[in-house]
């Protein structure tokens, strides 16, 4: 099983994209969850990043799992499971476009699964398309308006991939909101209580 997305957190409140990881080894990980950028190192207010920030280093490809979950895809195109499980390998290996083409295959078959939904947005924000990233979060959320991982991806979407604070903290206090008992609630106040500091200063 592939480890969870919130063991890649670094110490000092660098929030990272790993909420509510229930699928592991079958779906995409989260976006930003290895180095996002403090709040503190952003750019000034409505300054745009150029990058998505960096992931970790790719995890040895299982080629013998690969090829059978190919062959399990070949003869039966249906097999959402399979097209989860190969979407993520690939996602793991950085190669965005192939995983992006699995879930969609995916959300032809299930229009209605959110996670899937939200792991296509993961990778666009990867892929440094953040405005169909954000696009697809919106998405996300009109088939599911509280879904916790979908709000909190789209704050880290919005702030990194726009420098748009003001929506971060939205979506994300939308998220504290409605999720209280969501994992990482504390940090995630703690980023929002960050932001709005943040965009006190001239």
């Given at each position: ?44 207010a409505g300054s745009v ?12 490809l299982d080629t013998a ?138």
């Open positions: 099983m592939r480890k969870q997305a919130w063991a890649f957190l670094l110490v000092g409140f660098i929030i990272g994209f790993g909420a509510l990881y229930t699928w592991t080894k079958k779906r995409a990980p989260d976006i930003v969850r290895a180095t996002p950028l403090p709040v503190e190192s952003l750019g000034p990043p150029s990058q998505a920030p960096e992931e970790p280093p790719p995890p040895p799992r690969l090829q059978q979950l190919e062959t399990e895809i070949k003869n039966n195109p249906k097999n959402i499971e399979a097209l989860i499980e190969l979407g993520g390998m690939h996602f793991d290996q950085k190669n965005y476009p192939k995983a992006i083409d699995l879930y969609k295959r995916v959300l032809e078959l299930q229009p209605s699964n959110v996670e899937v939904s939200t792991d296509i947005g993961t990778a666009l924000f990867y892929s440094n398309r953040f405005d169909e990233a954000i696009a697809q979060f919106q998405k996300t959320l009109a088939l599911q308006p509280n879904h916790p991982r979908t709000l909190f991806n789209m704050g880290v979407a919005l702030l990194h991939g726009r420098n748009d604070a003001p929506g971060a903290i939205q979506a994300w206090e939308k998220l504290v909101q409605n999720n209280p008992n969501f994992p990482q609630v504390d940090l995630v106040k703690e980023q929002i209580r960050q932001l709005k500091e943040r965009e006190k200063k001239p």
